[in-house]
């Protein structure tokens, strides 16, 4: 029975994960970001019915209802809300930042947003969301059409049915409530940021269409991808992939399923994606009327020994972690491709960076191009953070849920070459399962990444250890390391610090840093959130770190100051975490520097 039961669980590791729609690398028909109206809904007035003496009706916000109509008529009939005359927010973003009053509000909203859609016969019509935090419902014209669980990942569904020419009506609830079953669940260290925070689409397709569609570079330096029809003509249909710039053309059949493979030696002109030279092409894959183009680089990512090997030669990652919040004084996690490469310009062009953590969740899809564009490594996550139901089946099945939606919407990204499955989970038998598990379905859907997590270590007088079963589930160990920061130690004894570490694997340490107000300069005390203690305690760990054989890179907690509800010191946070090189206006400190420098001048990777 155990070994039957083991069987089946890697069967199901990667089975029945794949997202039904994808659309990825689609141009919008029609991009719904704008004003919005909404409804707040404090007592979930438009779900629940108390002892039936609540008439629903009257405040389900989802309803195709024109209220002022009915109003006019006069009658018995009345409504307590009228989404058409709501307040407004400009939307994609998070109502955080948009209305004081929901400034730590978590729970539920209701959105909507009126418009025309021109639709061509024979067309079909989508709505993919790139995100909604936490959960959502959407209701075109008052039908219930989809519902999705998860603040950082896309999902689409089909209303060529529902959709009309005009004055279509979508409400999507928005209920940001995160619980004991959420991931991640109540507690984190970031803001919580409800809304509809990425873009929503409206996108139209041929009655068959390409949903998704794929192009590596392996180790055996073949391009291999495959590409998925969707629709009544899907099977048994000739498809095409072109790289004009390299002179490649590829016909395929797909099968029955309507899936198609191309495999392909690489041509000698292909030109390597790497941070130095981040060269991107475009890929053009045509199936009937369908046709998709994707700009892809394409390089190998491996680990050897404890070396992390980039087109097959070794690399270290010279990176710094990051929140999806943008540089701003009222940030509402919006973040388009301008706000994307100010960000990633600061490492990419000041910081002398070749890598970034995108912690603690998958990042909107601007950031990944924009890494891609740019030249930097990207390490990314799922919000598995801390600790959530580890007993939980439903639980588990949520985080792998969340995890394919990310794979299949980043494949294509050469910047992408780790996936984390959480950050800081204490060690116990039933998380150690649940991260195994994680680690099954990533290596499954995605055999060509990294796997990695950023785990805790233990404390043993000078000397850091990590007793974590997880490791041998891990390609790359991941540490966070606060001595200096949090807990007595000062900053000599930082320096002191010895590792006792698997000399077969690369490390990172994923996190590290210290709190400091931006232009508390304390030259006399040097005392803690003084930019001159920030200052030394990254030259104390940079000292430390260097003297630890098997580091392949860093990614020090944080860019920049971001808003957590956890930090209220009155004086130096003020709802903020201080931990930024930069302000969150992007004033640098005097620590930004001291990592430029390094760097700039430490010869990395070690001979
Ligand atoms: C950590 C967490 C990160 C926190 C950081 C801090 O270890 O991974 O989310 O924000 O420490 O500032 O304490």
């Given at each position: 029975l155990?070994?039957?039961?083991?069987?089946?669980?890697?069967?199901?590791a990667?089975?029945?994960?794949r997202?039904?729609?994808?659309?990825?690398?689609?141009?919008?028909a029609?991009?719904?970001?704008?004003?919005w109206?909404?409804s707040k809904?404090y007592?979930?007035?438009?779900l629940?019915?108390?002892?039936?003496?609540?008439?629903?009706s009257r405040?389900?916000?989802?309803?195709?209802?024109?209220?002022?109509a009915?109003e006019?008529?006069?009658?018995?009939?009345?409504f307590e809300f009228d989404?058409?005359?709501?307040?407004t927010?400009?939307?994609?973003?998070?109502?955080?930042?948009?209305?004081?009053e929901l400034?730590w509000?978590d729970?539920?909203?209701w959105f909507?947003?009126?418009?025309d859609a021109?639709?061509l016969?024979?067309q079909r019509?989508?709505?993919?969301?790139?995100?909604v935090?936490?959960?959502a419902?959407v209701y075109?014209?008052?039908?219930?059409?989809?519902?999705h669980e998860?603040?950082?990942?896309?999902?689409v569904v089909?209303?060529?049915?529902?959709?009309?020419?005009?004055g279509?009506?979508?409400?999507?609830?928005v209920?940001?409530k995160?619980?004991?079953?959420t991931?991640?669940g109540?507690?984190?260290d970031w803001?919580?940021y409800g809304?509809i925070?990425?873009?929503?689409?409206?996108i139209?397709?041929?009655?068959?269409?390409?949903?998704?569609?794929t192009?590596?570079?392996?180790?055996a330096?073949r391009?291999v991808?495959?590409?998925?029809?969707?629709g009544?003509q899907?099977?048994?249909?000739?498809?095409?992939?072109?790289i004009?710039a390299?002179g490649?053309?590829l016909?395929?059949?797909?099968?029955?399923s309507?899936?198609?493979?191309?495999d392909?030696?690489?041509?000698?002109?292909?030109?390597?994606?790497?941070?130095?030279s981040p060269?991107l092409?475009d890929v053009?894959f045509?199936?009937g009327?369908?046709?998709?183009r994707?700009?892809?680089?394409?390089?190998?990512?491996?680990?050897?020994?404890?070396?992390?090997?980039?087109?097959g030669?070794?690399?270290?990652?010279?990176g710094?972690?990051i929140?999806e919040?943008?540089?701003g004084?009222n940030p509402?996690?919006?973040?388009?491709?301008?706000?994307?490469?100010r960000?990633l310009g600061e490492v990419k062009?000041?910081?002398?960076?070749?890598y970034?953590?995108?912690?603690?969740?998958p990042?909107?899809e601007?950031?990944?191009r924009?890494a891609?564009e740019?030249?930097l490594?990207?390490?990314?996550?799922?919000?598995v953070?801390?600790?959530?139901?580890w007993?939980?089946?439903?639980?588990l099945?949520?985080?792998?849920?969340?995890?394919?939606?990310t794979?299949?919407r980043?494949?294509?990204?050469?910047?992408?070459?780790?996936?984390?499955i959480?950050?800081?989970?204490?060690?116990?038998d039933n998380r150690?399962?649940f991260?195994?598990a994680?680690?099954e379905t990533?290596?499954?859907?995605d055999?060509?990444?990294?796997?990695?997590a950023?785990?805790?270590?233990?404390?043993q007088?000078?000397t850091?250890?990590?007793?974590?079963?997880?490791?041998?589930?891990?390609?790359?160990v991941?540490?966070?390391t606060?001595a200096g920061?949090?807990?007595?130690?000062?900053l000599d004894a930082?320096a002191?610090?010895?590792?006792?570490?698997?000399?077969d694997?690369?490390?990172l340490f994923?996190e590290?840093?210290?709190?400091?107000?931006?232009g508390f300069?304390?030259?006399?005390?040097?005392?803690?959130?003084?930019?001159?203690?920030?200052a030394?305690?990254y030259r104390?760990t940079l000292t430390m770190?260097?003297?630890?054989?098997t580091?392949?890179?860093?990614?020090?907690?944080?860019?920049?100051?971001?808003?957590?509800?956890?930090r209220?010191?009155?004086?130096?946070q003020?709802g903020w975490?201080?931990?930024?090189?930069?302000?969150?206006?992007?004033?640098r400190?005097l620590?930004?520097?001291v990592?430029?420098?390094?760097?700039?001048?430490?010869?990395?990777?070690?001979p």
């Amino acid at each position: 029975l155990t070994l039957l039961a083991l069987v089946a669980g890697t069967a199901s590791a990667a089975d029945n994960l794949r997202p039904p729609l994808l659309l990825t690398a689609r141009a919008a028909a029609q991009d719904l970001g704008g004003t919005w109206t909404y409804s707040k809904d404090y007592y979930r007035t438009s779900l629940t019915d108390i002892n039936g003496w609540v008439a629903k009706s009257r405040m389900q916000r989802f309803r195709d209802v024109d209220v002022a109509a009915e109003e006019k008529k006069g009658g018995p009939t009345f409504f307590e809300f009228d989404l058409d005359r709501g307040p407004t927010m400009e939307l994609p973003g998070a109502w955080n930042s948009a209305v004081p009053e929901l400034r730590w509000y978590d729970g539920l909203i209701w959105f909507q947003r009126r418009f025309d859609a021109k639709v061509l016969p024979g067309q079909r019509s989508f709505l993919r969301f790139e995100a909604v935090n936490y959960r959502a419902m959407v209701y075109l014209n008052g039908k219930p059409i989809a519902q999705h669980e998860g603040g950082f990942t896309p999902f689409v569904v089909e209303v060529t049915d529902t959709l009309r020419a005009t004055g279509n009506r979508l409400v999507v609830g928005v209920d940001s409530k995160h619980d004991a079953q959420t991931i991640p669940g109540e507690i984190t260290d970031w803001d919580l940021y409800g809304g509809i925070t990425r873009p929503v689409k409206l996108i139209q397709t041929p009655a068959t269409f390409i949903d998704d569609a794929t192009l590596r570079l392996t180790d055996a330096g073949r391009l291999v991808g495959s590409l998925q029809l969707n629709g009544p003509q899907a099977g048994n249909q000739p498809v095409s992939l072109r790289i004009a710039a390299l002179g490649v053309t590829l016909q395929a059949r797909t099968d029955a399923s309507g899936e198609a493979r191309f495999d392909v030696a690489a041509p000698g002109t292909l030109k390597r994606w790497s941070p130095e030279s981040p060269t991107l092409y475009d890929v053009d894959f045509e199936a009937g009327g369908d046709k998709v183009r994707d700009r892809i680089g394409f390089r190998t990512i491996a680990v050897r020994g404890s070396d992390i090997l980039l087109n097959g030669k070794p690399v270290f990652l010279k990176g710094i972690s990051i929140h999806e919040e943008e540089i701003g004084s009222n940030p509402a996690r919006r973040i388009d491709d301008a706000a994307a490469h100010r960000l990633l310009g600061e490492v990419k062009n000041s910081l002398h960076g070749n890598y970034v953590r995108l912690s603690h969740y998958p990042h909107n899809e601007a950031m990944l191009r924009a890494a891609d564009e740019l030249g930097l490594l990207v390490w990314s996550e799922i919000p598995v953070y801390w600790t959530v139901d580890w007993d939980s089946p439903a639980v588990l099945d949520k985080a792998r849920r969340m995890q394919a939606e990310t794979i299949y919407r980043d494949r294509n990204r050469a910047a992408l070459v780790l996936w984390s499955i959480g950050n800081e989970t204490p060690v116990a038998d039933n998380r150690t399962r649940f991260h195994t598990a994680l680690a099954e379905t990533v290596r499954a859907l995605d055999p060509s990444r990294l796997v990695s997590a950023a785990l805790l270590v233990e404390r043993q007088g000078d000397t850091i250890r990590l007793a974590d079963p997880l490791l041998k589930e891990l390609d790359v160990v991941a540490v966070n390391t606060y001595a200096g920061w949090y807990g007595d130690d000062t900053l000599d004894a930082v320096a002191k610090l010895r590792w006792d570490l698997p000399a077969d694997k690369p490390l990172l340490f994923s996190e590290f840093g210290a709190d400091a107000q931006a232009g508390f300069r304390d030259p006399a005390l040097h005392r803690k959130f003084s930019e001159d203690y920030q200052a030394d305690y990254y030259r104390a760990t940079l000292t430390m770190a260097a003297k630890v054989p098997t580091l392949r890179g860093l990614s020090p907690w944080v860019l920049k100051d971001f808003r957590s509800p956890r930090r209220e010191h009155p004086v130096y946070q003020q709802g903020w975490n201080r931990k930024g090189l930069i302000s969150e206006t992007g004033q640098r400190k005097l620590a930004f520097d001291v990592l430029a420098d390094w760097y700039q001048e430490t010869p990395r990777p070690a001979p």
